[in-house]
Structures are given as C-alpha cells and as structure tokens.
C-alpha cells in the first residue's frame, strides 16, 4: 500500500551538478504534478503531466525538466543546480474527475551549496 | 490565469475557539476548490473539497462565487487541528492543481 513514492528523501548537492528526482505511483494515476514548498511561498508547480508521454510546464518550470516514459513514474531533473532550487519537493497523483483527490509523496529535501 | 490567495501567514487560536481559514481565487472558469492539510511529519492530504459539500473533522468550507472566496471555518478549534492549511483551485480545463501559500494555524491549550 505504498501510494506515492518520492526517491530520495534528502540530498545535497554542489552548484552547477545535475540530478534526477524519481516519483513512483501504484494507483494507476492519470495524472502527476511536481511542486516545490518554499516558506511564506507554499507549494508551487513546476510541472505536470496529463499521462504518459506527456508534460506540461507549471507554474515555476525554469531549471527543470520532467520525463513521464511510463504511467507510474514521473522524473523531475535539475541539469545545472542552483542555490536557489534548494527547496523541498513534492509530487503527487490524481486521477480525472471533479472529485479526484491528489495523493502526495513523503517529500524530497534539497539543499544546493 | 489562475491564483489562490490566503492571506494569513499564521493564525494563533485558543483551544475552544472559532476558526476561519481566509481563501480567495481568481479563475475564468468554473473552480473545483480543495482543502488540503498538512500535519506535522506527515504527508499533505485532502481535508475537503467544495463539490462533495462535507464536513471533515469539523471543518467546512463554502464557495461564494459573488465573493470568489473558499473560506475554511470550526467552530470550536482542538488542539489537534494544529497544521498547515492549504487551499487548492483545479483548472478542468489543463487539470492544473494550483496552490495558495497556506495558512499555517496553532491551537493552544
């Protein structure tokens, strides 16, 4: 009973290196979003995706890349860090409908130095 | 465009007393409006959302359209209601999930 998935939970890195955040759902969901929570700036989206082989740019996508290859994983890529992208990051899944509710992973705590 | 605002940072209650969570929206469209809470050290999850008309723990929330706003209110807080508070609008159109900045509220003893 997992639900969402979010690897890895906290990381460090230096300015200018690249990594990729793996978000996992076994709820069959159509739809994935990633977000970043900031103080007083709350959750932010960067980018979503509507299914698979889809993406959509959000509201924060600069610096970010997403890659939805298949239905239950959704990647988010930082290619060139920055100290600003430090952050904690969430993805989530839902399905469609009026009622879907959004189904949110643990969170992955970034730090870029 | 769309946009959720709360503009309450933090809201500091006693236990016992009346709680009114602010959330205003701008959307052209029709808005889906959500409740979501976040209590400590666990995940974001759903309190509520405006088509279903619930109570949850409480807690509800009606959408005045004239007023664009999707208030949360208790009429008696409880401790354990202490957490962050986030109101979401869903965009039908793109399925954008968009979130306000969140009201982060502390019920005392």
Redesign the interface.
Known sequence: NAGVTQTPKFRVLKTGQSMTLLCAQDMNHEYMYWYRQDPGMGLRLIHYSVGEGTTAKGEVPDGYNVSRLKKQNFLLGLESAAPSQTSVYFCASSNPGLEAEAFFGQGTRLTVV | AQRVT?PE?LLSVFKGAPVELKCNYSYSGSP?LFW?VQYSRQ????LL?H??RESIKGFTADLNKGETSFHLKKPFAQEEDSAMY?C?L?N?G?????????TRLLVSP
């Open positions: 709360q940072k889906e979501y995940r974001l999850q759903l959302r088509i279903s986030y979401a869903l039908t793109f399925q954008k999930l968009v979130f306000g900045t969140g």
